[in-house]
């Protein structure tokens, strides 16, 4: 057998099935797209969903894929054995509805002998125990003896999800020796040792299943292949596990020689080793599909990948962030499969580099809360630390178990790890429960999926604001109906429609859909997968009818309104990429016609400058009256020209390009203006930090900036009548008003400091002593909580020793201080539990030092009351 590495077996299994007239088709990216019962892509077929469900036309009825894929539940194992892995590469090749089992047989049989030399004496196949038609070509067709196939059970050989498409499955075998066995005499095709390996799976989808249980014939059945591509690299290069693979190897070592450690040599240290190799190569791929860490959804599985990976680094002893350099190995790996990774390997760096700055901030803020547990435990003369403390640092500091497990070990404490296990089960039952309560079918119905599925809708929008068209469904009250009249909220399915429907953060048109006897107001349009657009709206007046013909009318106004703001993301984009670096990228956009919003990649708030500078560069790329030039060109060609493509999308052979001179391209599908100048001018609202990673502008344009403008320039001219200036002179005016003001509180407060230092004589004069300790308590509702505290500090020096317990009620606002001398700490006062107990009765609650403690309140009345509770607080207190 040919010795082969992973890059070249992928090419190989790819330009094979391009030579029986597969389309190859890129890996999608990792985020699913229109899929919520997915988190991540899991498998090869699951990008292909669509086409297999009949919801979208396949780009050619063969194709042929290399599909990155994450897999999370086993997540715990991984590591702690050489077979488990989150990130792996699935091979597949896909018939819909053309050819099936006469051809995928006999071409996975060609690949594996013929192009890949594998002994034909070490592969086994497996079918499903009634699938005669399968057993008759491995054995007459293919050649291979009775005895070499092996029929299974529907556990493991028949495919079904639910209810709808579903078929039984043919598995290819390698035995590896029976050195490689359990030593059972019972082993065999399906047994769990590391004998004999299932490499590739042919599932051969030909019957739907209903929901009475019943099974028909499909009348055009399809293809599903997989085969692992990590696991064909192991049987090629004859290795026991995917961490051996060339590719995985070269990241393995790297760890190994940063961290200066040796693998196979200790198991623990082997464990850390396995784990930072398989989870770099998982964050890396998602980091560069978009994904960003965030404590939810996807963003939280990078999290914990790269966190967990982090974690072990330190077990390494690596106390540095050093996963973004090992990530440049895993780019390094794969960039000729995968040219984005090279495209964007400093974003993909600079994402994981912060992500682990934040998880050693994170772990010294655990650590401190850890010890704070620690304490309370061993004060309540404990031996174990409850598995809900365990959760809460896991669950809401992200601290790490076996950190916690650890420290706890060093304090002479167990955890309790039953107690934790029992808390992570809740949460994800939790979660589970609100995953399952969504309709996540991937076989889901709406009443659009029973439509013509040939029946499309053209789109005419780009060149024309109205269309002539023919209603070819009206939709009311969720079913189809023929007719509908004055009042009806319905949705109106045309053969062509000049409404741009809701897409690449674009809002959909609205207008007017008339015909000779009924308009119809269209509030909305969005379309469906397969190419039907939904214009969703209110019977006005009259009555409309399938069949009828009509005119569609966009409101040109608020067209005009939502091109500004589109063109206007792309000046922006540009603008930011030159002031901030080429590492920014489109992260989202939102764009509708009274303002734009854009989202992008950057790792810092912008300062005011470079707001400055965005917005200058834009409004300078407008008033330069550029001309926006659109077309659609192959994918390929775009790319030679520079186009900008947005983060994980998945784009056709074809692309649409929206150039503006030499100043910004970028792939869009979205309607746009003739030339920059139509924008008028931009204006940024502001800037703020959405996700990890991710900043978000805001921004007007042409008549809602003009507005904008209005309203500042009249808000001026009222602020100035009030002042009685100029708006020129008005600036001078404040100032002078605040100066006036900082005197006019300067005086007050002199004069109050002389109030209460008039009155400190007599205050210490009420002084009590308690044990041998002078206490004053004292209000003073004339000061806010900093005079209180001056005050507190003034009374103290003047007693030289003892107790100070102040409160106030300035300005609606309940306030307490507590202050002592130091020689009275040693007889056991502390200010913070005095203050805890005093501000309790007024409502309130506080804290700080032995020596000093604020709090604030709720009642005033209570004011006097804690006051006096000061008294008994205190006595206890001294020893």
């Given at each position: 057998m040919q010795?082969?590495g992973?890059?070249?077996?992928?090419?190989?299994?790819?330009?094979?099935?391009?030579?029986?007239?597969?389309?190859?088709?890129?890996?999608?990216?990792?985020?699913?797209?229109?899929?919520?019962?997915?988190?991540?892509i899991?498998?090869?077929?699951?990008?292909?969903?669509?086409?297999?469900?009949?919801?979208?036309?396949?780009?050619?009825?063969?194709?042929?894929?290399?599909?990155?894929?994450?897999?999370?539940?086993?997540?715990?194992?991984?590591?702690?054995?050489?077979?488990?892995?989150?990130?792996?590469?699935?091979?597949?090749?896909f018939s819909?509805?053309?050819y099936?089992?006469?051809?995928?047989?006999?071409w996975?049989?060609?690949?594996?002998?013929?192009?890949?030399?594998m002994?034909?004496?070490?592969?086994?196949?497996?079918?499903?125990?009634?699938?005669?038609?399968?057993?008759?070509?491995?054995?007459?067709?293919?050649?291979?003896?009775?005895?070499?196939?092996?029929?299974?059970?529907?556990?493991?050989?028949?495919?079904?999800?639910?209810?709808?498409?579903c078929?039984p499955?043919?598995?290819?075998?390698?035995?590896?020796?029976?050195?490689?066995?359990?030593?059972?005499?019972?082993?065999k095709?399906?047994?769990?040792?590391?004998?004999?390996?299932?490499?590739?799976?042919?599932?051969?989808?030909?019957?739907?299943?209903?929901?009475?249980?019943?099974?028909?014939?499909?009348?055009?059945?399809?293809?599903?292949?997989?085969?692992?591509l990590?696991?064909?690299?192991?049987?090629?290069?004859?290795?026991?596990?995917?961490?051996e693979?060339?590719?995985?190897?070269?990241?393995?070592?790297y760890?190994?020689?940063?961290?200066?450690?040796?693998?196979?040599?200790?198991?623990?240290?082997?464990?850390?080793?396995?784990?930072?190799?398989?989870?770099i190569?998982?964050?890396?791929?998602?980091?560069?599909?978009?994904?960003?860490?965030s404590n939810?959804?996807?963003?939280?599985?990078?999290r914990?990948?790269?966190?967990?990976?982090?974690?072990?680094?330190?077990?390494?002893?690596?106390n540095?962030?050093?996963?973004?350099?090992?990530?440049?190995?895993?780019?390094?790996?794969?960039r000729?499969?995968?040219?984005?990774?090279?495209e964007?390997?400093?974003?993909?760096?600079?994402v994981i580099?912060?992500?682990?700055?934040?998880?050693?901030a994170?772990?010294?803020?655990?650590?401190?809360?850890?010890?704070?547990?620690?304490?309370?435990?061993?004060?309540?003369?404990?031996?174990?630390?409850?598995?809900?403390?365990?959760?809460?640092?896991?669950?809401?500091?992200?601290?790490?178990l076996?950190?916690?497990?650890?420290?706890?070990?060093?304090?002479?404490?167990?955890?309790?790890?039953?107690?934790?296990?029992?808390e992570?089960?809740?949460?994800?039952?939790?979660?589970?429960?609100?995953?399952?309560?969504?309709?996540?079918?991937?076989?889901?119905?709406?009443?659009?999926?029973?439509?013509?599925?040939?029946?499309?809708?053209?789109?005419?929008?780009?060149?024309?604001?109205?269309?002539?068209?023919?209603?070819?469904?009206?939709?009311?009250?969720?079913?189809?109906?023929?007719?509908?009249?004055?009042?009806?909220?319905?949705t109106?399915?045309?053969?062509?429609?000049?409404?741009?429907?809701?897409?690449?953060?674009?809002v959909?048109?609205?207008?007017?859909?008339?015909?000779?006897?009924?308009?119809?107001?269209?509030?909305?349009?969005?379309?469906?997968?397969?190419?039907?657009?939904?214009?969703t709206?209110?019977?006005?007046?009259?009555?409309?009818?399938?069949g009828?013909?009509?005119?569609?009318?966009?409101d040109?106004?608020?067209?005009?309104?939502?091109c500004?703001n589109h063109?206007?993301?792309?000046?922006?984009?540009?603008?930011?990429?030159?002031v901030?670096?080429?590492?920014?990228?489109q992260?989202?956009?939102?764009?509708?016609?009274?303002?734009?919003?854009f989202?992008?990649?950057h790792?810092s708030?912008?300062?005011?400058?470079?707001?400055?500078?965005v917005?200058?560069?834009?409004?300078?790329?407008?008033?330069?009256?550029?001309?926006?030039?659109?077309?659609?060109?192959?994918?390929?060609?775009a790319?030679?020209?520079g186009?900008?493509?947005?983060?994980?999308?998945k784009?056709?052979?074809?692309?649409?390009?929206?150039?503006?001179?030499?100043?910004?391209?970028?792939?869009?599908?979205?309607?746009?203006?003739?030339?920059?100048?139509?924008?008028?001018?931009?204006k940024?609202?502001?800037?703020?930090?959405?996700?990890?990673?991710?900043?978000?502008l805001?921004?007007?344009t042409?008549?809602?900036?003009?507005?904008?403008?209005?309203?500042?320039?009249?808000?001026?001219?009222?602020?100035?009548?009030?002042l009685?200036?100029?708006?020129?002179?008005?600036?001078?005016?404040?100032e002078?008003?605040?100066?006036?003001?900082?005197n006019?509180?300067?005086?007050?407060?002199?004069?109050?400091?002389?109030?209460?230092?008039?009155?400190?004589?007599?205050?210490?004069s009420?002084?009590?002593?308690?044990?041998g300790?002078?206490?004053?308590?004292?209000?003073?509702?004339?000061?806010?909580?900093?005079?209180l505290?001056?005050?507190?500090?003034?009374?103290k020096?003047?007693?030289?020793?003892?107790v100070?317990?102040?409160?106030?009620?300035?300005?609606?606002?309940?306030?307490?201080?507590v202050?002592?001398?130091?020689?009275v700490?040693?007889?056991g006062?502390?200010?913070?539990?005095?203050i805890?107990?005093?501000?309790?009765?007024?409502?309130?609650?506080?804290?700080?030092?032995p020596?000093?403690a604020?709090?604030?309140?709720k009642?005033a009345?209570?004011?006097?009351?804690?006051?006096?509770?000061?008294?008994?607080?205190?006595?206890?207190?001294?020893?």
């Open positions: 010795k082969l992973l890059n070249e077996l992928r090419e190989r299994y790819l330009s094979f099935f391009e030579s029986k007239g597969h389309l190859r088709m890129a890996s999608a990216p990792l985020v699913p797209k229109n899929d919520p019962s997915l988190l991540l899991n498998s090869g077929m699951a990008p292909l969903k669509p086409y297999f469900t009949g919801q979208e036309e396949p780009p050619r009825k063969r194709v042929t894929t290399c599909q990155k894929c994450i897999r999370t539940p086993d997540i715990e194992n991984v590591g702690k054995t050489a077979r488990h892995g989150t990130y792996f590469e699935m091979l597949g090749n819909f509805g053309d099936f089992k006469k051809e995928a047989i006999p996975a049989w060609e690949f594996c002998t013929q192009d890949l030399k002994p034909v004496d070490k592969l086994w196949v497996t079918i499903y125990e009634d699938d005669d038609e399968a057993f008759e070509i491995w054995n007459k067709d293919i050649g291979l003896p009775p005895e070499r196939i092996v029929r299974m059970g529907k556990k493991d050989n028949f495919w079904e999800h639910g209810i709808g498409p078929g499955c043919s598995e290819i075998y390698f035995d590896r020796g029976p050195e490689k066995g359990c030593g059972s005499p019972d082993c095709v399906g047994c769990e040792c590391d004998r004999y390996v299932e490499f590739w799976n042919n599932v051969f989808t030909q019957f739907n299943k209903d929901e009475q249980g019943n099974y028909t014939r499909l009348a055009h059945p399809n293809i599903d292949t997989g085969m692992g990590e696991r064909l690299a192991c049987i090629s290069q004859g290795v026991d596990n995917l961490f693979v060339d590719t995985v190897l070269n990241i393995l070592n760890i190994c020689s940063i961290a200066g450690v040796e693998y196979k040599k200790f198991e623990n240290t082997d464990v850390s080793i396995r784990v930072i190799t398989d989870h190569r998982s964050t890396t791929m998602m980091v560069c599909d978009g994904v960003l860490p939810e959804g996807r963003g939280y599985v990078l914990r990948l790269l966190r967990r990976a982090a974690r072990h680094g330190r077990l390494l002893g690596i540095k962030p050093f996963l973004y350099d090992v990530a440049m190995v895993v780019i390094n790996e794969s000729e499969a995968y040219p984005e990774l090279a964007k390997a400093e974003y993909i760096k600079k580099r912060i992500e682990e700055e934040r998880f050693e994170t772990v010294d803020q655990g650590i401190v809360i850890l010890n704070e547990f620690i304490s309370e435990i061993k004060e309540k003369k404990q031996a174990v630390l409850p598995g809900e403390m365990v959760f809460k640092l896991h669950d809401t500091y992200g601290f790490p076996d950190l916690t497990r650890e420290i706890a070990e060093e304090n002479g404490l167990g955890t309790d790890e039953d107690g934790f296990k029992k992570m089960d809740a949460q994800k039952k939790k979660a589970r429960d609100a995953h399952n309560s969504k309709d996540t079918s991937a076989w889901a119905d709406s009443v659009f999926d029973k439509l013509d599925k040939s029946l499309k809708t053209a789109f005419t929008g780009y060149e024309t604001t109205s269309a002539d068209a023919k209603i070819l469904y009206i939709v009311k009250d969720g079913e189809i109906a023929e007719t509908a009249q004055e009042g009806d909220e319905v109106v399915i045309l053969d062509k429609t000049s409404f741009y429907a809701e897409s690449g953060g674009q959909g048109d609205t207008g007017t859909i008339t015909s000779g006897n009924g308009r119809v107001k269209i509030s909305d349009c969005t379309k469906t997968a397969d190419g039907k657009y939904l214009h709206g209110v019977v006005e007046s009259g009555l409309i009818e399938t009828n013909q009509v005119t569609a009318q966009i040109v106004n608020r067209r005009m309104a939502i500004r063109t206007t993301t792309h000046l922006l984009h540009k603008a930011l990429r030159t901030l670096g080429d590492h920014v990228h992260a989202g956009s939102l764009v509708e016609p009274n303002k734009l919003r989202d992008f990649s790792f708030a912008m300062t005011a400058e470079e707001l400055k500078r917005e200058d560069m834009t409004n300078r790329a407008i008033l330069e009256s550029m001309e926006v030039n659109v077309r659609e060109m192959p994918i390929e060609e790319k030679k020209l186009a900008m493509a947005l983060f994980g999308e784009y056709g052979d074809t692309v649409r390009v929206v150039k503006v001179e030499d100043y910004s391209i970028e792939f869009c599908g979205g309607t746009h203006l003739k030339n920059t100048a139509q924008a008028g001018l931009v940024i609202l502001g800037e703020s930090g959405v996700a990890a990673g991710v900043r978000r805001e921004a007007l042409g008549e809602a900036a003009i507005r904008y403008y209005a309203e500042k320039e009249n808000l001026l001219n009222e602020v100035s009548q009030a009685k200036a100029s708006p020129q002179d008005s600036l001078k005016k404040v002078a008003l605040g100066q006036e003001l900082k006019a509180e300067k005086e007050i407060e002199q004069l109050r400091n002389r109030l209460v230092s008039g009155e400190a004589d007599e205050v210490i009420k002084a009590v002593e308690v044990k300790v002078k206490v004053i308590t004292a209000r003073f509702d004339t000061l806010d909580i900093d005079g505290r001056n005050t507190g500090d003034m009374l020096n003047k007693l030289e020793s003892g100070v317990v102040l409160g106030s009620s300035y300005g609606d606002k309940v306030s307490f201080i202050t002592a001398t130091r020689d700490l040693a007889k006062v502390h200010s913070g539990n005095i805890k107990e005093v501000a309790k009765l007024a409502g309130g609650g506080g804290g700080g030092r020596d000093m604020q709090a604030g309140g009642d009345s209570k004011i006097n009351d804690a006051l006096k509770a000061a008294i008994p607080v205190i006595e206890a207190q001294i020893k």
